[in-house]
Antibody, heavy 120, light 110 residues
Framework: QVQLQESGPGLVKPSETLSLTCAVS?????????WVWIRQPPGKGLDWIGS???????SYNPSLKSRVAISVDTSKNQFSLKLSSVTAADTAVYYCATSHRYDTSEPYYWGQGALVTVSS | QTVVTQEPSFSVSPGGTVTLTCGLT?????????PTWYQQTPGQAPRTLMY???TRSSGVPDRFSGSILGNKAALTITGAQADDESDYYCVLHMGSGIWVFGGGTKLTVL
């Protein structure tokens, strides 16, 4: 079974870049699947951020596209999220996830989530 | 911009049946949207219940079922139990690899 673990700073200053990494175990990223980031502001619903295929091709939420970048590092079996120019509205629990099929990218396996607070 | 709609809240009696829906502000949901359903309890990561409209994830009891009802995707819980009290989210594929979550339904079992 695929296991995922998010890591990164829990506090980011406004206007700076949020950076998170998701370590994958139990599966090799280079074998396929889609690798996904989702966030959930405190007390609110889920928000799909974007995904990356093992080849490096990406899809992003149109409302975040100008600020987001998702990439894979097959040598470390991990993938990453960068979100630039953050504001308080970006405060959320950030989840990494993966699909479990090769032809669709719906999140299936989820990490436990990492709270990121944007504050000076 | 098309929004994915869900009932904000729903209530069901223990042992009862409830159907949660996932629709669009513009258009109809079909299997081509690959409706996927998640269950989330407070402080926990979401758990995948159903994918590809009606395929149960491993370990999900068969009292959970998925379907297309009219112009919406639906998640039906038959014989509701106390531990089904959770938030339920659907997500739809909008094309070009882009997915959109619904706002979630808070299900109360009482």
């Amino acid at each position: 079974q695929v296991q995922l673990q998010e890591s990164g700073p829990g506090l980011v200053k406004p206007s700076e870049t949020l950076s998170l990494t998701c370590a994958v175990s139990g599966y090799s990223i280079s074998s396929g699947y889609y690798w996904v980031w989702i966030r959930q502001p405190p007390g609110k619903g889920l928000d799909w951020i974007g995904s990356v295929y093992h080849s490096g091709s990406t899809s992003y939420n149109p409302s975040l596209k100008s600020r987001v970048a998702i990439s894979v590092d097959t040598s470390k079996n991990q993938f990453s999220l960068k979100l630039s120019s953050v504001t308080a509205a970006d405060t959320a629990v950030y989840y990494c996830a993966t699909s479990h099929r090769y032809d669709t990218s719906e999140p299936y396996y989820w990490g436990q989530g990492a709270l990121v607070t944007v504050s000076s | 911009q098309t929004v994915v709609t869900q009932e904000p809240s729903f209530s069901v009696s223990p042992g009862g049946t409830v159907t949660l829906t996932c629709g669009l502000t513009s258009g109809s949901v079909s299997t081509s949207y690959y409706p996927t359903w998640y269950q989330q309890t407070p402080g926990q990561a979401p758990r995948t219940l159903m994918y590809n409209t009606n395929t149960r994830s491993s370990g999900v009891p068969d009292r959970f079922s998925g379907s297309i009802l009219g112009n919406k995707a639906a998640l039906t819980i038959t014989g509701a139990q106390a531990d089904d009290e959770s938030d339920y989210y659907c997500v739809l594929h909008m094309g070009s690899g882009i997915w959109v979550f619904g706002g979630g339904t808070k299900l109360t079992v009482l």
